[in-house]
């Protein structure tokens, strides 16, 4: 773990040196997770701060912590993705193949269920 943790930050490039129109689609897929992660933030924070006690217990809680949480983990995941996808090009190696998109994909739709039923049984 901490080894991948070493190749974020290590700057000395390996391999030979990509088109640079590649990192550079590389840098804006970072930047476009980045900024998923930071609407996830906003998002917990809102329902923090803005969203009433629902029906269920702590429910309003539970939901501002998971969009935080999972808000984190996209920016990690973020920068874990492009540093290996650099080195991929760099050797030319395939690109790495991500899970996370398909994860997150899932955690959203089942949030958005679970806030969808919250609501409905507030109405009924």
């Known amino acids: ?8 930050f290590d700057s000395s490039p390996t391999g030979k040196t990509p088109d640079y129109r ?10 476009a997770w980045i900024r998923t992660g930071l609407a996830l933030i906003a998002g917990g924070l ?3 701060q803005f969203l009433p006690p629902l029906p269920v217990a702590h429910l309003r809680e539970i939901i501002a912590i998971l ?23 760099r050797l030319g190696t395939d690109l790495p193949r991500s899970w ?6 899932i955690a959203v739709a089942a949030g ?6 919250a609501v409905l049984i507030q109405v009924f």
């Open 1 to 8: 773990m901490f080894g991948q943790l070493r190749q974020w």
């Open 22 to 31: 590649f990192s550079l689609a590389n840098e804006r897929t970072f930047l």
């Open 46 to 48: 809102a329902c923090a």
């Open 67 to 89: 969009l935080l949480v999972l808000g984190g983990l996209v920016a990690l995941r973020a920068v874990d993705h492009w540093v290996r996808t650099e080195r991929a090009m």
């Open 100 to 105: 996370f998109p398909a994860v997150l994909a």
């Open 112 to 117: 958005a269920v679970v806030i969808i039923i």
